[in-house]
Each structure stands twice: as C-alpha cells, then as structure tokens.
C-alpha cells in the first residue's frame, strides 16, 4: 500500500523541475505576457500548449505553440481555450519527428522579446520564451474494447468453441 501511495504522489507532481518552478512569476498570466512581452523580459513562466510549426536552425529550435490552459501537472487541458500563440526557443536541437504539430507540450522558460510575424494575411506579435525546460506529453492511445485486435486478442476461446460445434458425431 505504501508503494502505491508512493506511485500516485510521483504521478502527482509537476513535469517541471522544482528548483525551475521556485523561479516563476506565479503571479503572471499569459494574457498580461502576449499584450506586453517586453515589459515582462526576463521573467521566468511556464505555459502550455500545442504544437503548431517547428523549425531547425543549426544551433537552436524555434517551435510555434498554441497557448492552452494547464492542467494541475502542467499538461494543456482544454485545446478548444486559448488566449494565443507563442514562441518557444530552444537551444538544443529537438528533432521535427518527435515534436511534431498537434503534440502537447509544456513549457518553462524566460520572457525575452516580442516578435512580429506574418499570420496569414495579418502580422501576429508572439511573446517569444527562452525554453529553460520543456516537456513534451506523450501520446495516449485508447484501447477501443471492439477494435480488431480486442477480438483477436480471445480468438483462440472463439476458434475452441466453434470448432466443437463443427466436430462430427461418430455413429453406431
């Protein structure tokens, strides 16, 4: 029982680093980030979102995120809310086939300028954050309790019961 208290307090805690989420501005919203970045330059925050472009440098990787509110881990818990986009700077290379549009994403980092950017047929100003740390969510995939391979998986009890049906009584 005391191993399993001690699993569901580890899947309990955050996905960012403790000695990182002692530096955030816990009082900083992403709204009061997106309208003025400057005036909040070099202010830790972490946020959460989705992935919408990822590009590669030599040195560095610039991802494009849709922001989303965080869930109590980090994780963007409703993508149907957001107050916007931001940029996200790494200074590792992060691999275009792993980070890839559509993941989730958590991000902490600091504030460091703003950007402006084409959006379409518009210019979009994105907050651009100094990734200190980022967390990319994994992809859960449902077991669907009628997919092919849910029925296949007890063929064998299927394959039993119809062949006894099918067994041919020896007459006398």
């Known amino acids: 029982m ?7 307090i580890a899947g309990c805690a955050s996905v960012i680093s403790k000695q990182v989420r002692k530096q955030v501005s816990s009082d900083v919203t992403f709204a009061e980030v997106l309208k003025d970045p400057e005036h909040y330059k070099d202010q830790m925050i972490v946020l959460s979102g989705i992935i919408i472009d990822v590009k590669n440098t030599n040195e560095e990787t ?25 940029l996200a700077l790494g200074d590792r290379y992060l691999d275009t086939k792993t980070y890839t549009k559509g993941r989730s994403i958590t ?54 019961l119809l062949h006894q049906r099918r067994l041919p009584r020896k007459s006398r």
């Open 107 to 160: 991000v902490a980092g600091t504030v460091q300028e703003k950007r402006i950017l084409p959006l379409g047929k518009t210019e979009y100003t994105y907050p651009l954050i100094r990734v200190n740390e980022i967390y990319l969510w994994p992809i859960i995939r449902r077991h669907h309790p009628y997919s092919y391979y849910s029925y296949n998986r007890y063929y064998w009890w299927r394959r039993s």
């Open 62 to 86: 610039l991802l494009e995120v849709l922001q989303s509110p965080a869930g109590f881990r980090g994780e963007p818990k409703d993508i149907d809310k957001s107050e916007g986009r931001f």
């Open 2 to 8: 005391f191993t399993a208290l001690l699993f569901w």
